[in-house]
């Protein structure tokens, strides 16, 4: 049976506060009943109330699948972290043998889910729809769309130009409003990615001391935007695809499944981060590598309120999987179109100058990428005075991390060469995952 890491189980925690809570659970005596088969793991979890918490893993797939009679809105919760927690550490209190009723029920449900959601795909597939008139719908809703983001655009650029016509250093508090204001404006136009960039300028506004280099390098990307969605009709169908994303009109799932790109690999799990707004929008950023291709995959997820996500994801774990992307010059996301097996995992070989190169083409495609996901060989944390680097080849590379990951991360190098795996957004690397030495750095949950 296969036995998930104790790592690895933190590493699927929806936040730290989760997985604290769940170390508080692996306690033998606060579990009655403990189990498990080939198909699922359970057991039932002792809780302040009289009845125990019925808590189940479907562990078939690729990924772990969760449910818990807990009223907690956090997916996975603490209890379902702790069963595997408290398995991966003592495997021997798992009684080999078939699952009790309110398990068998839960995999039954879940399996008749599954074939209704394939029956349904197939109906779909096979309804016939008069693809002319389907077709002359689509174009003048696309139509549309275009035209209002454009001249969301046309305003943009302009009033662009009249804050560098200002100078940056007249910004105060009234003219900051003013950006607000703006990007108000864009959500009313359908651009909501030029909202949040605009937002996201004002954010960075009198913070740190080269805020005005920044914010300069901000909103000459922005104008750029403008520009390129203005001259949209000269660009290519690629670049078109790239606009219409960072404009914020994003393609719907069943189209980048039906027509996206495909590509079958071996794709391994490189790391993971989970990040919340201001909003309670959870975003989950997945980095896969293809083995036999060498293409990086983003998969984005996103959940309200603490809500889980539809599949979980194992740093360092390689499966079977064919992926579709979404259309755009990136080429970073994409989707699962399906799951074929978990294999063994071997990691990517790379050098830091094809690293690099990567990046350098992907900007040179697509300058307004935030992400670009980088693998560096033979790096080495280092500590100097409150600053965290990594030295690499005889350079030094800035690092986004909180001092607790800083020395979990330095301990686990002892100041030997490793392999780091993490998102550069053009100032720092974000470390997701390390490995080289024995086991797997994994950056705590956010």
């Given amino acids: 049976m296969t036995v998930i890491g104790a790592e690895a189980v933190l590493a699927l925690a929806p936040d730290a506060s989760s997985a604290t809570a769940a170390r508080a659970l692996v306690m033998p005596a606060r579990w009655p009943v403990l189990g498990a088969n080939d198909v699922a793991v359970w057991g039932a979890c002792q809780g302040s109330g009289s009845k125990p918490y019925q808590t189940q893993v479907d562990i078939t797939g690729a990924t772990p699948v969760f449910r818990c009679s807990c009223p907690s809105r956090k997916f996975p919760c603490k209890h379902a972290l702790a069963l595997l927690l408290l398995r991966a550490r003592q495997e021997e209190l798992f009684t080999q043998t078939d699952a009790p009723a309110w398990v068998s029920e839960w ?29 002359q719908r689509d174009l003048k809703r ?32 009234e003219q900051l409003g003013g950006w607000h204001t703006m990007a108000a404006r864009m959500v009313d136009a359908q651009a909501a990615g030029l909202a949040s960039r605009v937002r996201e300028a004002a954010h960075g506004i009198r913070r740190g001391t080269d805020w005005p280099e920044r914010l300069l390098h901000r909103l000459g990307l922005l104008y750029l935007l403008c520009a390129a969605i203005r001259r949209r009709a000269d660009l290519s169908p690629e670049m078109q695809a790239e606009l219409r994303t960072i404009a914020g009109w994003p393609y719907d799932k069943s189209e980048v499944l039906s027509t996206g ?5 071996q794709w391994t799990v490189l790391g993971q981060i989970r990040e919340e707004n ?14 036999n291709s060498g293409r990086r995959a983003l998969l984005l997820e996103h959940a309200f309120a603490g809500k889980g996500f539809e599949q979980s994801w194992l740093n360092g774990s390689t499966v079977e999987a064919t992926l579709a992307y979404f259309p755009g010059t990136s080429m970073l996301r994409a989707l699962v179109a399906e799951v074929t097996a978990s294999v063994q995992t071997r990691w990517p070989d790379s050098t ?6 990567t990046v350098a083409e992907r900007v040179a495609s697509s300058p307004w990428v935030r992400l670009h996901p980088m693998v560096l060989p033979a790096a080495v944390p280092l500590r100097a005075g409150d600053q965290t680097f990594l030295m690499v080849e005889g350079q030094t590379v800035a690092l986004h991390l909180g001092d607790a990951d800083t020395w979990r991360l330095l301990a686990y190098s002892g100041g030997h060469p490793l392999v780091m795996m993490g998102e550069w957004d053009g100032l720092a690397l974000r470390p997701l995952s390390a490995w080289g030495i024995d086991g797997l750095w994994q950056r705590s949950p956010e």
């Fill in 107 to 135: 995999l039954s449900t879940r399996a008749g889910k599954e074939r209704k959601k394939e029956e349904k795909q197939r109906a779909e597939a096979t309804t016939p729809v008069d693809p002319e008139i389907a077709g």
């Fill in 142 to 173: 696309q139509a549309q769309r275009w035209s209002r983001i454009e001249g969301a655009a046309t305003e943009l650029q302009a009033w662009l130009y009249d804050q560098i016509g200002r100078g940056l250093g007249a910004i105060g508090d």
């Fill in 352 to 357: 830091s100058s094809a690293e690099w190169r």
């Fill in 278 to 291: 201001e909003d309670h929008l959870t975003e989950r950023r997945v980095w896969l590598h293809g083995r």
């Fill in 261 to 265: 790109k495909r590509l079958a690999d």
